[in-house]
């Protein structure tokens, strides 16, 4: 099975123990004398019984505390399959029809109309590419430059042949019927950009030391700008127990939040991961003008730290057990992701709303 969490700090028994040779784990569970049985509930009792280790009780609400990360990414999956063999099914009538319309062989018009559009990748397009994701490249220009002009050449080809199917299928009258699984996420009170009534909310479960939620940044940004007044980003903190200093810098980004500077202050500790800490907390409170008081005593008293460890569980009840974990009106999307995977979703809940608003959202405290 390929990697179902990529891109993501995360915690969790159940990957740890899907890893153990399987003859291990049933040695394991014989001299524990493990009874395995599936029982009805008992009266007053919350959740089945669903196995038994000597007179200790496993119920079915451990078990499905334990796996629920692991189902809600498998169910996304189906989905996604699903979706993309839909997609694929359409595609290839919607190009038939349109090559017959045109007397040509689906060949020929796919030249037709990509082939001929296409225009040689420059040597100055490549470097350009290269300046902007230097450090997910990590190796001097020189190394990769014939890689990097084919795939910018493979990219450009990808996005026309895109670009035409989307308008194939805007003129064919294609509707996704297909649902994907969605939740109820909660985002009243918290830490938002953009307006109340975007017809796209997107909530980020993200912990201030994860470098997967760092590498994250750079597509939010880049999907704010594209996407402006459509999309509302909501943020919610998941501080993981390994990251030492993640659960204080959440804190101290909330303590900048009550003086109105909560997305200064956020962006400032993902500018650099490797300062986190009191002083560091402080410096940065400073050189944001902050009443240097009031923040002080605010993060010595941890005052926000309830509301942290709420989000915690929240995010642990929607299946989260990584960051960063974002939910896109509901729909989920596990790991630092590309802006296409983005893209994906949003262009099609977009479409499902044709610009209305998103259902029912609860209004913002919109700090900032």
Request: hydrophobic share 40%; proline share 5%.
């Amino acid at each position: 099975m390929g990697r179902i969490f990529p891109f993501q700090c995360r915690v969790g028994r159940f990957a740890q123990m899907a890893t153990k040779p399987l003859a291990l784990i049933a040695a394991l569970a014989m001299s524990a004398g493990l009874i395995v049985s599936v029982v009805n509930a008992r009266a007053g009792q919350d959740s089945p019984v669903v196995a038994k280790v000597g007179n200790h009780e496993i119920t079915e609400q451990e078990v499905d505390k334990l796996v629920k990360p692991r189902m809600a990414s498998v169910e996304n999956e189906i989905y996604e399959l699903k979706r993309q063999a839909i997609l694929s099914i359409a595609d290839d009538y919607v190009i038939q029809q349109a090559a017959k319309r045109e007397n040509l062989s689906e060949a020929e018009y796919l030249k037709k109309k990509i082939g001929d559009k296409l225009t040689p990748v420059s040597e100055q397009q490549a470097h350009a590419y290269y300046d902007a994701h230097q450090a997910d490249i990590g190796q001097p220009f020189d190394k990769v430059k014939t890689a990097l002009m084919r795939y910018l050449e493979r990219k450009q080809l990808q996005e026309r042949r895109d670009e035409l199917l989307d308008t194939l299928r805007e003129q064919a009258g294609f509707t996704m019927l297909l649902k994907p699984p969605r939740v109820e996420v909660a985002t009243a009170g918290f830490p938002t950009l953009g307006p109340n009534d975007a017809p796209v909310t997107v909530v980020e479960f993200t912990d201030f030391q994860c470098p997967f939620c760092r590498r994250a940044e750079p597509t939010i940004k880049e999907l704010r700008d594209k996407y402006g007044d459509k999309m509302r980003l909501v943020h919610r903190d998941f501080p993981l127990p390994f990251h030492r200093q993640a659960f204080k810098a959440a804190v101290a980004a909330h303590c900048a939040g009550d003086q109105g500077h909560f997305w200064q202050y956020h962006d400032a500790l993902f500018a650099d991961q490797s300062k986190l800490g009191n002083d560091e907390f402080k410096a940065i409170a400073k050189k944001l003008d902050l009443n240097m008081p009031q923040f002080q005593n605010c993060l010595d008293k941890d005052e926000h730290a309830d509301q942290i460890k709420k989000d915690i569980a929240a995010g642990e009840a929607l299946g989260v057990d990584g960051t960063p974990a974002f939910f896109i009106n509901g729909v989920s999307l596990v790991g630092a992701q590309p802006p296409e995977k983005f893209e994906s979703l949003i262009n099609t809940e977009l479409a499902q709303t044709k610009g209305a608003s998103s259902p029912s959202q609860a209004q913002t405290n919109g700090k900032n």
